[in-house]
């Protein structure tokens, strides 16, 4: 067989990530590699820690990205802050919580489930209950915006809760950031990752993070190493630090270069009006798919603007809407995870892909795949 060149398919990307990546960042991958130590780059990298501080909105300067996905950033923060024999509260209410909690086992840590139904956001009471249960909990881990179900959960009054009883909090942002307010510092966030293709309409492969002092306390007063070389904070610091540079791994030159420009383009922007640019077009498609019937899947007050959890009517092949929006349109959206497998289709309007043309042309996508199925409005 003769393999030649691939060339990726046009694609409209309206699923759970990744999300279309604007030409801009596109063509700032294209520069040339240079090396990972060199001026220049570290001079990059420092801008990409400032950027990153406006969009978790930190003072932290132990921000940065670790070169891997969302999930990389989720295992780094766990198997950092903490220690084997380590009490962790994990909310469930989706399969990243699930995932969380898979990593506390691992890590040798104790896991304690908070469980709330996919679909509902979690319940602060059910957090204060587990904590005075659990009073030697030493971790209190949510996700902010569920993706599996297009949920987002209040992190301040989480936070609140948990901090009130000693734990420290680790949130997972990696669909929030740039689509709804994150605010790191006013809400005592202590420990923040985030990924890279969803809202921040960059390619996968990076989770940029961020800890405060209390977090980085406790990875420094640690009895041992955590259980990874790659993902080590502290080994990770001598090459983000602020001191002599020193080799730990090679950085994704490029892949960096995107998140700098894609950084750049939510600075411009302005978080406030990326904010409410995914509220608008978020309420646009509601009212689109309202108008052909179907029903979103998460009550109006806890939805997530970037992600909508929509109802598959009943007699409609699910599957078969998703084959035939993108063979006919290029269009991608996303099948249920977990509980909502066969369920829901999930739709992502994420970082620039929130916009008019991909509502419009999502809302007629889907009139003609269901017509094909002899659903009409
Ligand atoms: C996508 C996602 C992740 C995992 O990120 P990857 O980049 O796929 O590893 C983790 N948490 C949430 C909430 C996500 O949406």
């Keep these: ?79 950092n802050l903490v220690e084997p024999g380590d009490k962790v509260i994990v909310c469930r209410n989706g399969v990243f919580g699930a995932r969380m909690a898979d990593i506390v086992g691992r890590i040798g840590g104790t896991p304690v489930l908070v469980d709330n139904a996919f679909g509902e956001a ?7 209950d587990a ?29 609140e809760v948990a901090h009130r009883a000693g734990a420290l909090v680790l949130t997972d942002t990696v669909t929030a950031v740039g689509g709804v307010p994150v605010e790191t510092d006013a809400w005592g966030l202590d420990a923040v990752y985030a990924g890279t293709q969803k809202c921040l309409s960059c390619p996968p492969g990076l989770s ?28 990770l610091m001598g090459y983000w630090g602020t001191g002599k540079r020193v080799y730990h791994h090679t950085a994704p030159i490029n892949l960096l ?17 990326s904010f409410a640019r995914h509220r608008q077009n978020h309420e646009r498609l509601v009212k689109g ?24 009517p009943a007699g409609v092949d699910e599957a078969r809407v998703r084959a035939d929006l993108l063979a006919w349109f290029g269009i991608e959206i996303g099948a249920g995870l977990g509980e909502l497998a066969g369920k829901v289709w999930r739709i992502g309007l994420m970082g620039q892909g929130s916009n008019r043309r991909n509502v419009a042309l999502c809302i007629d996508g889907l009139r003609a795949a269901l017509a094909a199925q002899g659903y009409h409005p």
């Design 1 to 79: 067989m003769k393999i030649s060149r691939f060339v990726p398919p046009a694609r409209v990307l309206l699923g759970p990530g990744p999300s279309d990546v604007p030409a801009r960042v596109l063509l700032a991958m294209a520069q040339p590699t240079i090396g990972h130590l060199d001026p220049a780059f570290i001079n990059m990298m420092e801008e990409i820690k400032a950027l990153l501080q406006y969009a978790f909105r930190t003072d932290n300067s132990l921000t940065l990205p670790i070169s891997a996905p969302g999930s990389a950033g989720m295992e780094a923060s766990l198997a």
């Design 122 to 128: 979690v319940d602060p009471d059910k957090l204060a």
């Design 131 to 159: 904590l005075k249960r659990h009073p030697d909990t030493k971790v209190v881990a949510f996700v902010h915006a569920e993706t599996s179900t297009g949920v987002l959960s209040d992190a301040k009054t989480l936070a």
């Design 208 to 235: 940029p993070m961020t800890l405060n002092e209390r977090a980085m306390d406790k990875v420094k007063g640690r009895r041992e190493k955590p259980r990874t070389w790659f993902l080590d904070f502290n080994l």
């Design 257 to 273: 270069y995107a998140l700098h420009e894609a950084l750049v383009m939510l600075q411009e922007e302005g978080l406030e009006a």
């Design 289 to 312: 798919l309202e108008g052909l019937g179907l029903e979103m899947a998460v009550p109006a007050a806890i939805r997530l603007p970037q992600l909508n959890s929509v109802l598959v």
